[in-house]
């Protein structure tokens, strides 16, 4: 059974930092891309961050130089560093496990970010 389960989320002010993290479990961590995604009340969901299985990332404009997505394969585990976080931060953040080739595609059921002051 894949599990993919998101920790780190909360209540922040303004210009605050915040760690997300998600440990995956019931797949082969190293081969699967990982992204964290965000949906905000009336949103559609958006791509926050991706890194792929050989460690290249891509991240959201409205993110660049405030964000890092890293992973840890030996943990299973794949972080979302964020920085400078504004009120359009506030979201449900989730985090995302994709193996394109095979299209395999699984979801965590999210953590929620709040940035007010």
């Known amino acids: 059974q894949v599990q993919l389960v998101e920790s780190g989320g909360g209540l922040v002010h303004p210009g605050g930092s915040l760690r997300l993290s998600c440990a995956a479990s019931?797949?082969?961590?190293?081969?699967?891309?990982m992204g964290w995604y965000r949906q905000a009340p009336g949103n559609q969901r958006e791509l926050v961050a991706s890194?792929?299985?050989?460690?290249?990332?891509n991240y959201a404009d409205s993110v660049k130089g405030r964000f890092t997505i890293s992973r840890d394969d030996a943990k299973n585990t794949v972080y979302l560093q964020m920085n400078s976080l504004k009120p359009d931060d506030t979201a449900v953040y989730y985090c995302?496990?994709?193996?394109?080739?095979?299209?395999?595609?699984?979801w965590g059921q999210g953590t929620q970010v709040t940035v007010s002051s």
């Open positions: 890194i792929t299985n050989d460690g290249r990332t």
């Open positions: 019931g797949i082969i961590f190293r081969l699967y891309a």
């Open positions: 995302n496990a994709k193996w394109a080739v095979i299209g395999q595609d699984y």
